[in-house]
Each structure stands twice: as structure tokens, then as C-alpha cells.
């Protein structure tokens, strides 16, 4: 049953009678109110910061990134996590997705998953989430027993918490030890929260994996320099981005690419100090993986 009390479930009288408008006018309405969202995300920054922060610092330890969500938000808490292993050269099991009804949850509605608090500790448990990792709980109404259940049971296991919703003094803020809170207001479609609260979520979703990236150094600038090249239009960026970073011929960039096994911080290494392949993975491993600090180490 929806929450009157919640901002995400009341109903915005400017968009009454959007069933007999034209369907231009409808799109725009949409365009409107969509471009509220950024700037309530903007207001959430401190506290999205800061558990980038904590999260990175778990990360640096060897832990996980786990997102927890039910419905909509599931759905793009799985969605991020798996964006990562082609884009960061993540291993799978370093940032996941965990949405309440499993699986199948992904493409229909599980009735009743969301209501499932045991559910949700049991998913953590699964896991064997420890100290050295990092939960978050993705929720728009901040009231869904699965991800409050996780949160608890993560709490429980010395896990970093973490809670997302578009309400204020959400439950879910209560149970985290870093509460945000994106407050977007009703949506156009009274209660639909895969619109403006769907959005900010994913924003916010966003924010929290390149950030945790770019400080483990899975950047190199703003080139995702530890891309999986899986297909001909990754290889091609994988070439220029070599280009660009050393200065070499797309012919250069490319052998050199090939004889790195597609490794483009190796490649980058072979080319800008002109050494082999080994000596270019040695060095690497000697920096931590960081290319940035590996192209200064050489040249000291």
C-alpha cells in the first residue's frame, strides 16, 4: 500500500489532466520536470562524497561494492554493477547487484519480494559480506524491507552501509551509516517512481562507481585506461586512447596493443619507455596497478 506521507507518492496537481493533453505537451511536461533532478542530486553531494569516500577506502582494502535493491531500483543497482567489468576491467565479483525475487526479478514484477526483510539479510549472508566491504541500499520510498534487511544484517557483519532513497527521514537513512537522500518530489505519473526517482538514483549510482574507480586508479585522466576491449568499436577506442596518452602512430598504438595482450596501461608503458612486455607488467604490479604513479616511477 503507498505511504500518502511520502513525497514519491503524492500526487502533483499540475499533471491532473495530462490524460487529455496532446502528446507534445505531455513530453514536455515530462522534459520539466525530469530537469528538477539534477539539482536535487546537487543538493545531496556532501553526502554522496562522503560515502564515496568510505567506500573507496574499503575497496583499496580488497572489499566489495554491493548494491541491494527491490524493483526499479534493483533493476538499476544491477545495471551499474554490471557496467563495470567492461568499462573499469573489474572481475564480476567486485561490484555486484543484488535486487529482491533474484534474477527473474530483472524483467517482471515478483510480487511481494520487496516486503521480504529476511530475504534481504539472507542475500548478504549468501555472500559472506565482511568488514572489508561496502552495502548499498537502493530504495526510492527508503521503506522496502528486503533493503533495509540487507542493511541490517550487513550492519551486523561490520560491513560500510549505505542507504538511497528520494525521501526525507527515510528508515533506510536510519539503518545506514550514510544516509542520502535525493528528495525529487512527485512524479508526473502519480507513485512511478522509475521516473524522476528512478533517474536520481541512477545519477547518484553513477557517481558512486567512477568515483570509487577514478580512486582506485582505474582511470588514467579521464581515459578508461583498464577497458575490456570486447569488441571492434572498444579496440578501436583502446588504439586512440594509446595514441593519445603516448603520441604514437594508430599503427604503433595498435602492434604494440596486440603484443600487450589488449593491456592498455602496458601498452602505454611499452611505447612511452620503449621496454618489453614483461618489464611493462613488472613495473605496473611494482605501482600497484596505477599507471599515473608507473609512468613517474620510470622516469625517476
Do not use: W
Not at 75 to 94: I, K, M, N, Q
Not at 191 to 213: C, E, H, P, Y
Not at 223 to 239: D, H, T, W, Y
Not at 261 to 269: P, S
Amino acid at each position: 500500500m503507498s505511504d500518502p506521507e511520502l513525497s514519491t507518492e503524492q500526487s502533483d496537481p499540475r499533471y491532473s489532466q495530462i490524460d487529455r493533453l496532446p502528446t507534445e505537451q505531455i513530453a514536455e511536461l515530462m522534459n520539466q520536470a525530469d530537469a528538477s533532478v539534477p539539482a536535487a542530486v546537487a543538493a545531496a553531494v556532501p553526502d554522496i562524497s562522503a560515502a564515496i569516500d568510505a567506500i573507496a577506502a574499503r575497496m583499496a582494502a580488497g572489499g566489495r561494492l554491493l548494491y541491494v535493491g527491490a524493483g526499479t531500483s534493483g533493476r538499476l543497482a544491477v545495471l551499474d554493477a554490471s557496467e563495470c567489468p567492461p568499462t573499469f576491467g573489474t572481475d564480476p565479483s567486485l561490484v555486484q547487484g543484488i535486487i529482491a525475487g533474484g534474477p527473474d526479478a530483472l524483467t517482471r514484477s515478483i510480487e511481494g519480494a520487496e516486503d521480504d526483510a529476511e530475504a534481504g539479510a539472507a542475500a548478504i549472508a549468501e555472500l559472506e559480506v565482511g568488514a572489508d566491504d561496502s552495502v548499498v541500499g537502493v530504495s526510492a520510498s527508503g521503506r522496502a524491507p528486503f533493503v533495509i534487511g540487507a542493511l541490517g544484517e550487513a550492519t551486523g557483519r561490520g560491513a560500510l552501509t549505505v542507504g538511497l532513497s528520494c525521501n526525507t527521514g527515510a528508515p533506510l537513512s536510519a539503518a545506514a551509516e550514510h544516509g542520502i537522500e535525493v528528495v525529487v518530489g512527485p512524479e508526473v505519473v502519480t507513485g512511478s517512481t522509475r521516473l524522476k526517482a528512478g533517474t536520481a538514483q541512477k545519477l547518484v549510482l553513477n557517481m558512486i562507481s567512477t568515483i570509487s574507480m577514478i580512486r582506485l586508479g582505474r582511470t588514467y585522466g579521464n581515459q578508461m585506461i583498464e577497458m575490456s576491449a570486447m569488441n571492434s568499436k572498444l579496440a578501436g577506442r583502446a588504439v586512440r586512447m594509446v595514441g593519445d596518452i603516448t603520441g604514437a602512430d594508430a599503427e604503433t598504438a595498435r602492434t604494440t596493443l596486440e603484443a600487450a595482450d589488449g593491456q592498455t596501461k602496458v601498452a602505454v608503458l611499452m611505447i612511452r619507455h620503449g621496454i618489453g612486455v614483461e618489464a611493462a607488467r613488472s613495473l605496473l604490479e611494482e605501482h600497484g596497478e596505477r599507471l599515473a604513479d608507473a609512468l613517474e616511477g620510470a622516469q625517476s
